[in-house]
């Protein structure tokens, strides 16, 4: 059982990682329409209170890998993850709240905590920056240092590195009138992970599918 347990958290560390980063380009100063582009679509998407995603994610720590299908809904207050490992392999809901994180397993188990960077502390044994993830997954830097980035066309990110995570946004589509990552590539030490994002959804009604 215990080692049942660890394989499970493995994934779900891996994912959480996964999605806070990619192959991040050098930088240059971005222009100033790309800069005002870039700063518009940041308040557009900070207006949208709920919207969520359905993609899937394959993981590679240099050792081990996989993938699996990730659905990732938002509201105000409210962040809630579903993970189905391929092949039938793991799976998991993590619900974060103003109350808390709490973590359902597979197997029914369940682990609960303050916060969900002090859920994953304590029981990975990492530190992890899950309150960027909401951010970085709309090809947005969050709140905090930015060591580099680049700004394309339109105000669309790039390339971000950011708390030790190179990022990489291979390809935007629009959702309404807002682009947003499709694919994304990340990489911080031996970690490599790619997601592939089929479904956004923006305030339930501006929808995109493949």
Not at 59 to 68: A, Y
Not at 90 to 112: P, V, Y
Not at 182 to 202: E, F, I, P, S
Request: net charge negative.
């Amino acid at each position: 059982m215990t080692n049942f347990i660890f394989r499970q958290w493995y994934w779900l560390f891996l994912l959480l990682l996964t999605l806070n980063a990619c192959t991040g380009v050098t930088v240059k100063e971005p222009g100033p329409d790309n800069k005002a582009a870039y700063q518009h679509r940041t308040g557009q998407l900070k207006a949208i209170a709920h919207w969520g995603l359905v993609g899937k994610i394959s993981l590679d720590d240099g050792d081990r890998g996989g993938s699996g299908r990730l659905q990732w809904d938002v509201k105000p207050g409210q962040s809630e993850l579903d993970f189905h490992g391929a092949l039938g392999r793991g799976a998991w809901h993590l619900q974060i709240g103003a109350e808390g994180a709490l973590l359902k397993m597979a197997d029914g188990s369940e682990e609960t905590a303050a916060s969900v960077s002090e859920l994953f502390q304590d029981s990975v044994g990492w530190s992890v920056p899950i309150e960027a993830l909401q951010w970085w997954v709309r090809g947005l830097a969050a709140p905090g240092a930015i060591e580099s980035q680049q700004l394309g066309a339109g105000g669309l990110l790039v390339s971000l590195r950011q708390f030790g995570w190179d990022v990489d946004f291979n390809r935007y589509d629009s959702v309404g009138d807002i682009g947003l990552p499709v694919r994304l590539n990340a990489t911080r030490d031996q970690y490599r992970v790619k997601l592939a994002v089929r479904h956004w959804r923006m305030d339930q009604s501006h929808d995109l599918t493949d």
